[in-house]
Nanobody, 115 residues
């Protein structure tokens, strides 16, 4: 059974930075897609950033130029560096990993951006 554990959430002021990390039980090389989703209160869960097995990345427009996703196959982690945070980034952030057969989710970590 795959387990994904997020860490690094917390509070930041507007303009600040936070870094999220997702550690997987076992090798992440088997995942052809890994991503970070977020869900704000009253809103649908949205894909924020993704990275494929070849290292290709995609970002939702609202975070382009501010967030960076990366994966370290040796450490079995995928990270999300979040800079220039704005209050609209406030949400629960979820790590996601997918093979061709199924998707796996972490438990989520809260990110709050406020002054």
């Amino acid at each position: 059974q795959v387990q994904l554990v997020e860490s690094g959430g917390g509070s930041a002021q507007p303009g600040g930075s936070l870094s999220l990390s997702c550690s997987a039980s076992g090798s992440i090389a088997r995942f052809n897609f890994m991503g970070w989703y977020r869900q704000a209160p009253g809103k649908q869960r949205e894909l924020v950033a993704s990275i494929n097995s070849g290292g290709g990345t995609n970002y939702v427009d609202s975070v382009k130029g501010r967030f960076t996703i990366s994966r370290d196959n040796a450490k079995n982690t995928v990270s999300l560096q979040m800079n220039s945070l704005v209050p609209e980034d406030t949400a629960v952030y979820y790590c996601n990993a997918e093979t061709v057969f199924r998707a796996y989710w972490g438990q989520g970590t809260q990110v709050t951006v406020s002054s």
